[in-house]
């Protein structure tokens, strides 16, 4: 886990309580730390140094407000001109156009266009009602238009089929005809990605947008890229005048210091953000909430989100009754707290969301363990019959033996997980209510 900017910060803070403005020379070793924060978010140098340059006039001279200490002072101007820059309240997608508005969808290939523009699909749908079409460029692989098919199907979209013997303008002319006849709201139009930037791609792109006449001209980007995002960045912005950006991949280990790079060389708004390979793994941005993420300070708020939301409420509370009452916990209820922890996104997303001052105490877990532990025991449970999961005490030998075949695992582990439950049975029995939460109020100290 990355080390946190706010640990480093309470630190310096402690070397100069007292202080009661911030100065010239201690704001420049704040600043250090927080420079090495940002780089180690990855975001792009010329990035930082514009940034540290904001900040620092920002900081010098301020006032210590009330109570706050220097350093407190310090992280949050950092937080706020970080929230600042990478965009304000949130941006949908602007659909104001005579139907159907075009959405354009660009970026470098693996960045997630396809993947996006079927998440968009989904979201405009559901939440925007809109009916909508969409339609692949990308005539230099096959697969991809393939891809995009079964993607739209899933989403509840339509798809305009187009093969590689096309011409990306004939296909998006024959596709934006098709919308008007037939009264898309929408036409979202997915296009070929190479694997770094190239003249040719950029001009059929161009002429592409000049025939679309696109509302929105989204540059798709993955948020892993890190410092590389930058010179994607500044092609696309070159190549077309970009509304929106959606940032990939957040699922994923980076800081997303990318998000505040690619938003400052384009310019234009982080429109959404992507936290899935599924296609309800779309977020409307949070500029706030990445800043945070970007310092290492935690993403509390989408925590408490997934654990609201992600969970089966009703499952929970029956599981929390039984808890209580002390009785009637069985391998169901082991198996379905078991199942609620992967709704959560697995442990080590959710250790991710926790502040760092939080985690640095299950700093020696090994995540990736843990979570193939999880789902091992989830297949132990599963082999067994309904019976054998409220009766745990009936299996005998031979049903273990054939139980771990099931499950592909040894013996020993079925042995292990039923030891296991049996003294989480008689934990459950001694402690009153709580379980995945109280856990969570437990790691957090
Ligand atoms: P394209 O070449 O730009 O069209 O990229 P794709 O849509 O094919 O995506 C490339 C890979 O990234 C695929 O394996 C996707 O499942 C994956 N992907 C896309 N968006 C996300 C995301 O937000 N999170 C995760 N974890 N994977 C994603």
Redesign the pocket.
């Given at each position: 886990m990355a080390s946190a900017l706010t640990d480093k910060l309470t630190r310096l803070v402690k070397e100069m309580r007292g202080q009661a403005r911030i100065t010239e020379s201690n704001v420049t070793d704040m600043l250090r730390e927080v420079r090495m924060a940002l780089l180690e978010a990855d975001v792009a140098l010329p990035v930082v140094r514009d940034f540290i340059a904001r900040v620092k006039e920002k900081a010098l001279g301020q006032e210590v407000l009330g109570s706050l200490k220097p350093g407190q002072t310090l992280v949050s101007i950092v937080n706020r001109e970080l929230a600042a820059t990478m965009g304000e309240g949130v941006a949908d997608i602007n659909l104001a156009a005579q139907p159907p508005a075009v959405i354009l969808m660009a970026?470098?290939?693996?960045?997630?266009?396809?993947?996006?523009t079927a998440k968009l699909a989904k979201h405009l749908i559901e939440k925007r009602k809109k009916k909508v079409l969409t339609v692949s460029g990308d005539v230099y692989r096959p697969a991809?238009i393939e891809?995009l098919k079964t993607v739209t199907k899933q989403a509840g979209a339509e798809w305009f089929p187009s093969t590689p013997d096309q011409k990306p303008l004939d296909i998006a002319h024959a596709a934006l005809d098709y919308a008007k006849k037939h009264y898309f709201d929408v036409l979202l139009v997915?296009t070929a990605?190479r694997l770094a930037i190239d003249e040719a791609l950029m001009k059929e792109i161009k002429d592409l947008h000049a025939a679309l006449n696109p509302v929105e001209t989204l540059f798709?980007v993955d948020a892993m890229q890190g410092q590389d995002a930058i010179n994607t960045a500044k092609a696309f912005k070159e190549a077309l005048p970009l509304t929106g950006i959606v940032l990939?991949?957040?699922?994923?280990d980076s800081r997303g210091g990318a998000a505040l790079s690619v938003r400052q060389i384009t310019g234009a708004p982080i429109k959404f953000a992507?936290?899935?390979?599924k296609l309800d793994?779309l977020e409307v941005f949070d500029a706030e909430r990445h800043a945070g993420r970007i310092l290492g300070m935690g993403d509390i708020v989408a925590l408490v989100e997934q654990v609201t939301a992600g969970v089966d409420m009703e499952a929970a509370q029956k599981l929390a009754a039984k808890v209580k009452s002390g009785d009637g916990f069985d391998l169901n209820d082991f198996l379905s707290q078991i199942q609620q922890m992967k709704q959560m996104g697995g442990l080590s997303s959710l250790m991710d969301k926790l502040p760092s001052q939080l985690t640095a105490k299950a700093g020696s877990i090994d995540m990736d363990k843990a979570e193939k532990d999880i789902k091992r025991k989830e297949g132990i449970i599963q082999s067994m019959t309904p019976l054998e999961r409220r009766k745990p005490e009936l299996i005998k030998a031979t049903r273990k033996k054939r139980i771990a075949n099931g499950a592909g695992v040894h013996v020993q582990e079925v042995n292990r997980l039923l030891k296991e439950f049996e003294q989480m049975q008689g934990m459950m029995k001694k402690m009153k209510g709580g379980g995945l939460m109280k856990m969570m109020k437990k790691m957090g100290g």
């Amino acid at each position: 886990m990355a080390s946190a900017l706010t640990d480093k910060l309470t630190r310096l803070v402690k070397e100069m309580r007292g202080q009661a403005r911030i100065t010239e020379s201690n704001v420049t070793d704040m600043l250090r730390e927080v420079r090495m924060a940002l780089l180690e978010a990855d975001v792009a140098l010329p990035v930082v140094r514009d940034f540290i340059a904001r900040v620092k006039e920002k900081a010098l001279g301020q006032e210590v407000l009330g109570s706050l200490k220097p350093g407190q002072t310090l992280v949050s101007i950092v937080n706020r001109e970080l929230a600042a820059t990478m965009g304000e309240g949130v941006a949908d997608i602007n659909l104001a156009a005579q139907p159907p508005a075009v959405i354009l969808m660009a970026g470098l290939q693996g960045a997630g266009k396809t993947t996006t523009t079927a998440k968009l699909a989904k979201h405009l749908i559901e939440k925007r009602k809109k009916k909508v079409l969409t339609v692949s460029g990308d005539v230099y692989r096959p697969a991809a238009i393939e891809q995009l098919k079964t993607v739209t199907k899933q989403a509840g979209a339509e798809w305009f089929p187009s093969t590689p013997d096309q011409k990306p303008l004939d296909i998006a002319h024959a596709a934006l005809d098709y919308a008007k006849k037939h009264y898309f709201d929408v036409l979202l139009v997915d296009t070929a990605g190479r694997l770094a930037i190239d003249e040719a791609l950029m001009k059929e792109i161009k002429d592409l947008h000049a025939a679309l006449n696109p509302v929105e001209t989204l540059f798709v980007v993955d948020a892993m890229q890190g410092q590389d995002a930058i010179n994607t960045a500044k092609a696309f912005k070159e190549a077309l005048p970009l509304t929106g950006i959606v940032l990939t991949k957040l699922d994923g280990d980076s800081r997303g210091g990318a998000a505040l790079s690619v938003r400052q060389i384009t310019g234009a708004p982080i429109k959404f953000a992507g936290v899935s390979e599924k296609l309800d793994g779309l977020e409307v941005f949070d500029a706030e909430r990445h800043a945070g993420r970007i310092l290492g300070m935690g993403d509390i708020v989408a925590l408490v989100e997934q654990v609201t939301a992600g969970v089966d409420m009703e499952a929970a509370q029956k599981l929390a009754a039984k808890v209580k009452s002390g009785d009637g916990f069985d391998l169901n209820d082991f198996l379905s707290q078991i199942q609620q922890m992967k709704q959560m996104g697995g442990l080590s997303s959710l250790m991710d969301k926790l502040p760092s001052q939080l985690t640095a105490k299950a700093g020696s877990i090994d995540m990736d363990k843990a979570e193939k532990d999880i789902k091992r025991k989830e297949g132990i449970i599963q082999s067994m019959t309904p019976l054998e999961r409220r009766k745990p005490e009936l299996i005998k030998a031979t049903r273990k033996k054939r139980i771990a075949n099931g499950a592909g695992v040894h013996v020993q582990e079925v042995n292990r997980l039923l030891k296991e439950f049996e003294q989480m049975q008689g934990m459950m029995k001694k402690m009153k209510g709580g379980g995945l939460m109280k856990m969570m109020k437990k790691m957090g100290g």
